[in-house]
Structure formats: structure tokens, C-alpha cells
């Protein structure tokens, strides 16, 4: 059973930055495949960024290539979302996600088995 407890959200003016963390319980963190998912209302959900291992194999999707980097502290269990130059559209609920057993960068939800319980970002304009 992997635990996630995400932070950091909150109300940001656009241009601003956040950003948000993930601890994770579990003796074998660095080996989760590890990402960030958004939900906004009336919206499906999206993966934002993904990533797996320790040597900057990541995943963006397009519209938050250059603003968002992913990373992770092995050390200290954590994946973080370094969210720069906000936008509104970037508005939603995230979500961190984790599993154990995908070897590889993921990006659909149903690859991940564990979810953290969502933080709000609410970018104003």
C-alpha cells in the first residue's frame, strides 16, 4: 500500500508560481513510475507531467512544456510540480499519482494504482 499526501496549492495570480509536493510512504520510492494529473470542472482528467527513475526521463503534455518541471527527492520520498508563469487555464484540482510496479514513464490514469487526495490550484487573471 503506497500512501501519497500532497501540498503547496493555493491562489496565485497569473504569471506567478507555485509549487506543489508529494510525499510518498514506501521503502522502494525511487523505483514508482510518478505523476501529476489535473482535473477542472467539467473537464476529464489530464496528465500534466510523468516521470520514471532518477536520470530526467520525464513527460510534459504541450501546454505546460517550458512552465512545469517535474522532479523528485528520493531521499526524502517527494515528487514536486515546479509550476511557473501560471495561466487561468490552469485552474483545476491535482492530483499526484504513484505505482510501484510501472516500469516506464506513464501517462494514463488507469496505469497508476495510487492517488493522492487532490490539492487546488486557482490561477486568477
Known amino acids: ?3 501519497l499526501v500532497e501540498s503547496g ?15 510518498a510512504s514506501g521503502r522502494t520510492f525511487s523505483r514508482y513510475a510518478m505523476g501529476w494529473f ?12 510523468a516521470m520514471y527513475g532518477s536520470d530526467g526521463n520525464t513527460y510534459y503534455i504541450d501546454s505546460v512544456k517550458g512552465r512545469f518541471i517535474i522532479s ?5 520520498n517527494t515528487v514536486y510540480l515546479q509550476m511557473n508563469s501560471l495561466k487561468p487555464e490552469d485552474t483545476a484540482v491535482y492530483y499526484c499519482a504513484a505505482d510501484p510496479d510501472t516500469k516506464y514513464i506513464a501517462t494514463m490514469s488507469y496505469e497508476y494504482h495510487y492517488w493522492g487526495q487532490g490539492t487546488q490550484v486557482t490561477v486568477s487573471s
Open 9 to 23: 496549492g493555493g491562489l496565485v495570480q497569473a504569471g506567478g508560481s507555485l509549487r506543489l509536493s508529494c510525499a
Open 38 to 49: 489535473r482535473q477542472a470542472p467539467g473537464k476529464e482528467r489530464e496528465v500534466v507531467a
Open 72 to 76: 523528485r527527492d528520493n531521499a526524502k
Open 1 to 3: 500500500q503506497v500512501q
